[in-house]
């Protein structure tokens, strides 16, 4: 967690898949995402993986508009990174949906 946060607060890229899983369905997310980039101050760039992520089969990754957490900042609270955690999964799953990326 100490590094993840180094990296972030340094101005490096992290990838974190949210569901926890690169092969996952599932529409629940866990809150790592949302926790680091609010102790960090890192933004969140949403990216979406089309396709069967399977080994030497082509996918689509779509990469959306940066995702607007400043409403969450300062709010340590577990509904917060509940919040913060949807809405990203939100800009995903309709990236997903749409197969385009998502705007402001």
């Known amino acids: ?5 180094t990296i972030l607060r340094t101005g490096e890229i992290m ?9 996952s369905d ?15 101050g890192a933004t969140v760039i949403p990216a979406a993986i089309i396709g069967d ?3 030497f089969r082509k996918v689509k990754i779509i990469y959306g508009a940066p995702v607007d957490l400043s409403r ?3 709010d340590k ?7 913060a955690t949807e809405l990203i999964m939100a800009k995903i799953h309709e990236m997903r949906a749409s197969g385009k990326p998502t705007v402001n």
């Open 1 to 5: 967690i100490k590094t993840a946060l």
């Open 15 to 23: 990838g974190i898949f949210p569901e926890g899983t690169r092969n």
């Open 26 to 40: 599932s529409t629940a997310a866990k809150r790592g995402a949302a926790s680091f980039a609010l102790r960090s």
């Open 53 to 55: 992520y399977k080994l």
């Open 72 to 74: 969450f900042e300062g």
């Open 77 to 83: 609270s577990p509904e917060a990174l509940d919040a």
